[in-house]
């Protein structure tokens, strides 16, 4: 994987592993337009991994076309994250992974909501996006004092 930028393997990784913003993803759809989609993640083994419903837009674009590109950054100055491209692998196992996730972000699989999410009769994917290219940016130092 080609790496670019200040931050180096074990920044990008404590970054990815720490954050609990959602990544972006972008696919190609089969009529050849872009679209973004905000997922939940984990990072593990050097992948980005999250779940979606099997009928999903997304999971539809990418089983036409792994290619994708990807950003996980925080939305307020000072600014900082990491993007990216990679492919995605589509795999089974998404309610499992879609539990994972809902406790990653704090959520609790017991409450009214988790309830709902892991109790759908929907197929869920599991998406593993294994980057080729991945840039940090961090503009903490030059945009120090500039916000409050």
Known sequence: MKL????????VDGFL???RL???????????RPMLVSL??????GALWCASPMQADIVRALRNNSACAFEVS??????????GQGRVDLLDGG??????????????PESDFGTWLLGRD?????LRLTPDRM???????RMAGAFD
């Open 74 to 83: 925080v939305e307020t100055p000072p600014y900082f994250g990491v993007r």
């Open 22 to 32: 959602p990544v972006r993803l972008a696919a190609i759809t089969e009529s050849g």
């Open 95 to 108: 309610k499992a992974q879609l539990r994972d996730l809902l406790k990653r972000y704090g959520g609790d």
């Open 40 to 45: 939940w993640y984990m990072w593990r083994d």
């Open 17 to 19: 592993t720490a954050s």
């Open 135 to 141: 840039t940090s940016w961090d503009f903490r130092s």
């Open 4 to 11: 670019k930028g200040p931050w180096r393997q074990p920044e």
């Open 122 to 126: 929907v197929e869920e994917a599991t």
